[in-house]
């Protein structure tokens, strides 16, 4: 039976990593989902399992064009994330990142609704602030090959405050440090993803630059959790706050412990560090703490196992299907 408090619920980029675990989190939660993906980074098989759920809804859509449905409540997580994919079309991402965020606000300016923005990290640039707080407004090149990214979540974040102050719209911001786990698109570039499959295969692990520079690494199970609590807080929290996990790491540490973890052959190379790769990345968490009583709960390890057993089952089912492959047509060449 239905919640009385159960809500329809849109979410943008639903088909992508963290959009899926929101969805699936959503319906556990007893609402109804409204899937919005134009599967750009993202794929059907990351929601295949929810279609049979009559309470998702999947609808093919670019949020770069106006979108009519009726929800109570929107998400949008719509941009491709992985710094791989969002510099393949810089054009493409920045006009998802500013038109998509218009279209979302004039959605829930009609029907005075709740919207959240998945915004980012990215929005500190290359931060002189260590570890950075909501109030630091960041290092940013606005004209390098990250730029696209993040002076179009910047601006994105200025549309939120904007139709906030103009029309009193409901905005939460959350500023998303990098999120890893299950379901992330394992070619998307990203390091967690890159270093799993290359531990898992006994390929070389590609650490860019010295391996100096840190990242702080979230589980997605913890950052879902933090946009539902941001989402649930009263009126007047809008953040901008940031979600993530402060446990900071550094690239080369990072390729150690996949390869330990993973009981990898693999060795590690270096190559040379992409333009305007922030050097350091940790999330001050006052403020989630405070007002969202929100903290991450999984440890990197912990986090890690239950990643590289996705990724190792995900290699696993591949050999499978390709040896299938095989039989399928070597039983057609003998008939
Ligand atoms: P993802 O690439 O897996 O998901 C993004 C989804 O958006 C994909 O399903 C993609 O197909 C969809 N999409 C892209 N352009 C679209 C368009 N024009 N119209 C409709 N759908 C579109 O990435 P993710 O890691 O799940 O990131 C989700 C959100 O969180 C993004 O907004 C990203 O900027 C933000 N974020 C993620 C991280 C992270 O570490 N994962 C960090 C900071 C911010
Ligand atoms: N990185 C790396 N090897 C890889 C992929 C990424 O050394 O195969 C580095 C990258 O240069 C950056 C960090 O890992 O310093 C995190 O990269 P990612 O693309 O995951 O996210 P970012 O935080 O840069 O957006």
Redo the contacts with the bound molecule.
Sequence with gaps: MKKYSSKRILV??????????LCERLLEEGHEVLC????????KA?ISHLLKNPDFEFKR????FPLYVEVDEIY???????PV??QYDAV??I???L??AINMLGLAKRLRTRIF??????VYGNPLVHPQTEDYWGNVNPIGLRSC?DEG?RCAETLFFDYHRKYGLKVKI???????GP???PN?G?VVSNFAIQALKGEDITVYGDGSQTRSF?Y?DD?VEGFIRLMDSPDDFTGPVNL?NPHEISILELARKIIHMSGSCSRIIFKKLPSDDPMQRKPEISLAKEKLGWMPATYLDKGLEKTLGHFERLLKDRDENVIKLKDIKKAVSLK
């Design positions: 943008t980029g639903g088909a992508g990593f963290l959009g899926s675990h919005v993906d134009n599967l750009y980074t993202g794929r990351n859509h670019d949020v770069r949008n997580l719509a941009c491709p994330a992985s994919h969002y493409q991402t006009k998802t990142a038109e998509g923005q998945a915004s980012t990290s990215e990214y979540k959350a500023r998303v440090f990098n999120t890893y379901r992330m698109h998307d990203r979230c997605v950052m993530g």
